[in-house]
Every structure is written in C-alpha cells, then in structure tokens.
C-alpha cells in the first residue's frame, strides 16, 4: 500500500521569506512523487515530479522539491514566497512497480503568505 | 495548449437520482482517471481507463461506472445518489505510453451537490 502524509495543516509565511511545505511517503516500491496545488473553486494545477536522477527536482512557478531517500520525504520548497503562492499545497505518490498509476494524495497543506 | 474539459461545472441532484459526468482528455494522452474530492478533503482515486479498458479501480461505489468511449472521452455514471456522494469530481489524463511523461493533468472539476 502506498501513503502519503502532510504533517502540516497550515503554512504561514511572510512575503519573501523562504517557505517548505513537508510530505513524507510510503511505498513498497520505487516511487513517483509529484506536488500540486489547488486554487479556490479549481482543479489541481501540476508544479513538479520526481521519477528518477537529481534528487533536486526544479518545477513551475520557482518552486522546487528534494527527493530524500533515507527519510522519505519530498519537501517542497521556494526561495522567496509571494502572496499569490497562497493556496492549498498536496503532495502525491505513485508506486511504479506496485499500484498501477492512480495516485495517493496527502491530507494537503494550506500555505498562506503575507504582506 | 489545451487541457482536460470536465462538463459539467456544477450540477445539482436529488437523493436516489443519477448523474452523468463527462471528461474529454488532452488530446493524445491514452489513459484517463477520476478523483473524487469531498470537502475539506484530499482527493481519493475512483477508477482508471487506458486505451479504453479499465486500469485500475479504487474505493469506486457499486453505484458508479465508468467507461472510455473510442475518442477517448471518459464518462462517469452514478446512480441512487446519496448525500455524501456530494463532492468535487476530477478528472485527470496522462499519456502512459513508453517515453510518457507520467504526469496526470487535471480538469477543473465537477461539483456535485446532492440534495
């Protein structure tokens, strides 16, 4: 079984501050790991993925996410964090070997930022 | 570029009615799947069509089917509504093939409200 967990209901972070948005997985096998995130009243919009290679995975929008092996995680990052970054953050996994190709969402992380 | 077009937006429906929601998928892509988003929930994995035949099936009620027609549009069928089957219904595509991307694309959504 497959399991993804967002230990963090909520995000909060001053406008130009760094920002992390944790998510650390379970699967049997090797996984696809992906972040998205969700606007009010809109479907999940993709940011990045890990399939294989550099641990440090860049995506859309300056964000960027680090594949951890030994801890499972794949923490989402940005340098610097603008207002319109506000919105609902979900981690996803997808064990390649295991679990065909549906994905398992965290709990999702809302990140708020500040002016 | 185009993307996945779920129809329809919104709809509203009475206990023990059906409802029929559409996805066309980014043209192409050969396999589609449905979410189902509950409020203030992360989105839970129904069901899963590649080249027309069912992949993969998750916590999918007896009371829904699902199918992809020839030009691969999907359709999801849910009968006997209940009011917990009130909920936001993605719909995401990918293109599974070898050399695909694994990236599942989401559609905006359909909001069922069961009354």
């Known amino acids: 079984a497959q399991s993804v967990a967002q230990p963090e209901d909520q995000v909060n972070v001053a406008e130009g501050n760094p920002l992390t948005v944790k998510c650390t997985y379970s699967v049997s096998g090797n996984p696809y790991l992906f972040w998205y995130v969700q606007y009010p009243n809109r479907g999940l919009q993709f940011l990045l993925k890990?399939?294989?290679?550099?641990?440090l995975v860049k995506g859309s929008y300056g964000f960027e996410a680090e594949f951890n092996k030994s801890q499972t995680s794949f923490h989402l990052k940005k340098p610097s964090a603008l207002v319109s970054d506000s919105a609902l953050y979900f981690c996803a996994v997808r064990d390649r070997q295991n679990a065909g190709n549906m994905l398992t969402f965290g709990g999702g992380t809302r990140l708020m930022v500040k002016p | 570029a185009a993307g996945v077009i779920q129809s329809p937006r919104h709809l509203i429906k009475e206990k023990r009615e059906t409802a029929t929601l559409k996805c066309y998928p980014i043209?192409?892509?050969?396999?589609v799947y449905w979410y189902q988003q509950g409020p203030g929930q992360d989105p839970q994995f129904l069901i899963s069509?590649?080249?027309?035949?069912?992949?993969d099936k998750g916590s999918i009620p007896d009371r829904f089917s699902a199918q992809q027609f020839s030009d691969y549009h999907s359709e999801l069928n849910m009968s006997s509504l209940e009011l917990g089957d009130s909920a936001l219904y993605f719909c995401?595509?990918?293109?599974?093939?070898?050399?695909?991307?694994?990236?599942?694309?989401f559609g905006a959504g359909t909001r069922l409200s069961v009354l």
């Open positions: 069509f590649y080249e027309k035949m069912q992949s």
């Open positions: 890990y399939i294989t290679g550099d641990n």
């Open positions: 043209p192409r892509h050969d396999t």
């Open positions: 995401a595509s990918s293109f599974d093939r070898v050399g695909g991307k694994n990236i599942q694309y």
